[in-house]
Structures are given as C-alpha cells and as structure tokens.
T-cell receptor, first 111, second 115 residues
Framework: QKEVEQNSGPLSVPEGAIASLNCTYS??????FFWYRQYSGKSPELIMF????GDKEDGRFTAQLNKASQYVSLLIRDSQPSDSATYLC???????????FGKGTMLLVSP | DTGVSQDPRHKITKRGQNVTFRCDPI?????LYWYRQTLGQGPEFLTY????????KSRLLSDRFSAERPKGSFSTLEIQRTEQGDSAMYLC?????????????FGDGTRLSIL
C-alpha cells in the first residue's frame, strides 16, 4: 500500500507570513513529487513539482525534498489571503504510472 | 494552450441510471487519467490511457465502470446502474511522456450526485 500522509489542518497563518506544509510518503523508491492547490469546489491546480533532493524555488513557492527521510514540503512566502486553499501532496511511486495523493492540508491566511 | 476540458460540469441522476462523462485532454498530451474525489479526500486513481491503450485499472473500478479513449483523443467514462456511493467529483488529467513522472494537469471535473 503506497501511502502519502499530510496533516489535515487547518494551518492558520497571518498575511505576509511563511506557510510551511509537510508531506511524508511510504514508498522509498518514489521519484517524483507534486504539489497541487485546490480551492473549495474546484479541481486541483499544479503549482510545483520536484524530482531531486534539495530545494526548488518558483516565485513565492519553494518545494523541499528529502528522500532519505521520505519527506517533501512546500513553503509559501509572503502568504496572501488568496493562498487560502487545500494543498495536496502527490507522489509517483517507482514503477507506477499514476499519482498517489494525500488527503490535503487546508491553509487559511488571515488578513 | 487549451487546458483539459470535461463535460458535463454537473450531473444529477437517479440511482440505477447510467451516466457518461467526457474528457478532452491537452492536445499534445498522450496520457489521460481518470480520478475520483470525495469530500475530505485526495483524488483516487481509477484508470489511465497511453494513447488509445488502457494500461491500468484500479480496484476501485468495479465492473459497472468502463472507460474508452478511441483514437487516442478524447475519453469517456461510463458508470452503469449508478449507486449512492458513486456520488463524487470525477476528475480527468492529462500529461506527456511514457512514464508516470510527468506533471498531470487536471480538468474542472464532473460532479456527480445520485438521488
């Protein structure tokens, strides 16, 4: 059973703060990791993907991957109320062609 | 660049009826995936196609479910004899490549409600 675990939240941060979202996965051979943002009632929107250990930055978003610890995180700098959404972590296990999703972490950014 | 398109956006039907959903992927994407999402859960994989070939089906895909992708273009997902438990958001995604490591882009989904 390939599992992806996320804290369901909500994670509450004030506007302008850094939001840190975390995800752990069970399949040590996993190679590809994705973060999706999902607004209530909408479909998931891809915001970041990472394949190698370390950090990957894109604008206000930074994805961090530590394969030894089977841990992937998403940092959102200068959080805005419009960032309030559920953030889904998805993993592509080795040898599989599909994604395994976590249940998502709800982020609330207060003005 | 046109995104993934799904139709209809919403479907309300009575238990026992058949329903069919359509997905048009991003034009240059050879892979097409179907997922199901219920409230409070992440999307759960149902099946995927590489071009016209259906390469994998989840255990979630009972024999009441069938999917096609004729000519490797659009895809349809049919649910026969719908049950209350089929109420969910049905999501289609597409990607490039021949492995599962390429980013998948989702359509807006079809929300199915069973009365």
């Amino acid at each position: 059973q390939k599992e992806v675990e996320q804290n369901s939240g909500p994670l509450s941060v004030p506007e302008g703060a850094i939001a840190s979202l975390n995800c752990t996965y069970s399949d040590r051979g996993s190679q590809s990791f994705f973060w999706y943002r999902q607004y209530s009632g909408k479909s998931p929107e891809l915001i970041m993907f990472i394949y190698s250990n370390g950090d990957k930055e894109d604008g206000r978003f930074t994805a961090q991957l530590n394969k030894a610890s089977q841990y992937v995180s998403l940092l959102i700098r200068d959080s805005q109320p419009s960032d309030s959404a559920t953030y889904l972590c998805a993993v592509n296990p080795l040898g599989y062609s599909t994604l395994t999703f976590g249940k998502g972490t709800m982020l609330l950014v207060s003005p | 660049d046109t995104g993934v398109s799904q139709d209809p956006r919403h479907k309300i039907t009575k238990r026992g009826q058949n329903v069919t959903f359509r997905c048009d992927p991003i034009s240059e994407h050879n892979r097409l995936y179907w997922y199901r999402q219920t409230l409070g859960q992440g999307p759960e994989f149902l099946t995927y196609f590489q071009n016209e070939a259906q390469l994998e089906k989840s255990r979630l895909l009972s024999d009441r479910f069938s999917a096609e992708r004729p000519k490797g273009s659009f895809s349809t997902l049919e649910i026969q004899r719908t049950e209350q438990g089929d109420s969910a958001m049905y999501l289609c995604a597409s990607s490039t490549g021949t492995f599962g490591n390429q980013p998948q882009h989702f359509g807006d989904g079809t929300r199915l409600s069973i009365l």
